[in-house]
C-alpha cells in the first residue's frame, strides 16, 4: 500500500504518442485514488502545445523545474496539472540564450501601466470612436463604449445605428453620437465616416454591425482612411474574413481579437487545428497580416508574430455574451 505515487514516466521531451503497456499503467493510475505528483509534467502532456499524447497522467500537483512549460497552462495539458509549483534547481540567471521565450504577467507588472496626468483633461486621455451595433446588436456599442469609460478613455463616441439612439442615451448618456441608416448614399456615408475617424485618437471597429453592405462599407472606409490604432473585432473580422482581404493593417497599428471560431474564417484552419497549437496559429497569423493577434480561449494568446505573452486569468464565466464587446 502507498499514500503518493510519483509520476516520472516520461518528461519534457516527449514527441510521440503514448501506447502499449505504457498507456494502460498511465489508465491506471488514473483510476487509482491514490494521490499523483508529477515531476515536471504529467506523463503524456507535450510540454510545448498541451496536446495529450494519446493518453496522459492526471496529476495532483506537478512540480516543475526552472520555468513553466507551455503545455502546463495551454488546454488541454493545463487540466491535468493539478496544483503546479515552480522549483528552483539552479538554472542559469541568463535567459538570453533561452529560445523562443514565452510571456506572461505578474502583479507586479501591472506597475508599467501609464501614470494619469493629475492635470489633464479629457482630450488628454483619448478620444475613442467606437463602430459598433447594428440595428439588431445594439448592445454592443454600448458594452464597447461603457468599457472604454470605465477603463479611462476621456471621450467615446459611438458611431451606431439611428436604432441605438435611444438605448444608448439611457444607458451611456456622457457618450456622443454618430448615427447611420441604411438608406444613406455610399459617398454620404464615407464621408461621415471619415470626419469621425479624424476626429479619433483610436478606433474600435465591429462589434454587432453584422456583415451587410453597410458594415462592408464601415470597414473598408475605416481602414482606408485612418492613420491612428484600430482595434478590430467580431463583425469586423468576419467581414475581413468573407472578402479573404490580406494586408489590411497597412503598416498601421491594427489589434485584432478573433475567438477560435473567427479566427478559423480568417485563416481557414479548423477549430481543432487552430488549438492543437494556438501560439503557432497566432504568430503566423500576426506576422503574415502585420498586426497584434489577441486570439481568445481559455487562454488567450497575444503575439505582434515574434514576442508572446498568454494571459492566465479569467475563467469560464466569461464565456457569455458581451464580454468580447467589453474586452474589445
Known sequence: KYDVVVDAIFGIGLSREITGSYAKLIEQMNLDDTK???????????????????????????VTFGYLKRGLVLYPGASLTGNTVVADIGFAADVSRLQDIVAACEYKDLQQIPVRKVDG?????????????????????????????????????????????????????????????????????KEQIKKDCQWATCIVLGPGIETDH????????????????????????????????????KGRDVIVTPHMGEMSRLTGMSIQELKENPIQAAKEYAKQEGVICVL??????????????????????????????VLT
Request: glycine share 12%; hydrophobic share 40%.
Open 121 to 189: 483633461n479629457k482630450g488628454t486621455f483619448g478620444k475613442v470612436l467606437v463602430a459598433a451595433g447594428s440595428k439588431n446588436m445594439g448592445g454592443a456599442a454600448i458594452f464597447s463604449g461603457l468599457a472604454a469609460y470605465r477603463c479611462g478613455c476621456g471621450l467615446v463616441k459611438l458611431l451606431t445605428h439611428e436604432e441605438n439612439h435611444d438605448a444608448v442615451l439611457k444607458h451611456l448618456p456622457e457618450a456622443l453620437m454618430t448615427l447611420y441608416t441604411e438608406e444613406l448614399s455610399d459617398n454620404l456615408r
Open 36 to 62: 499523483v505528483v508529477a515531476v515536471d509534467i504529467p506523463s503524456g502532456v507535450n510540454a510545448s502545445t498541451g496536446h495529450i499524447c494519446g493518453a496522459a497522467v492526471r496529476a495532483d500537483m506537478t
Open 296 to 325: 481568445k480561449d481559455a487562454r488567450t494568446i497575444v503575439t505582434d508574430g515574434t514576442s508572446v505573452y498568454i494571459n492566465l486569468s479569467g475563467s469560464d464565466a466569461l464565456a457569455t455574451g458581451g464580454s468580447g464587446d
Open 214 to 249: 453597410t458594415a462592408k462599407t464601415l470597414v473598408e472606409t475605416v481602414l482606408n482612411d485612418t492613420e491612428v490604432p484600430v482595434i478590430l473585432d467580431a463583425d469586423g473580422l468576419n467581414v475581413i474574413a468573407e472578402q479573404q482581404r490580406c494586408g489590411y493593417a
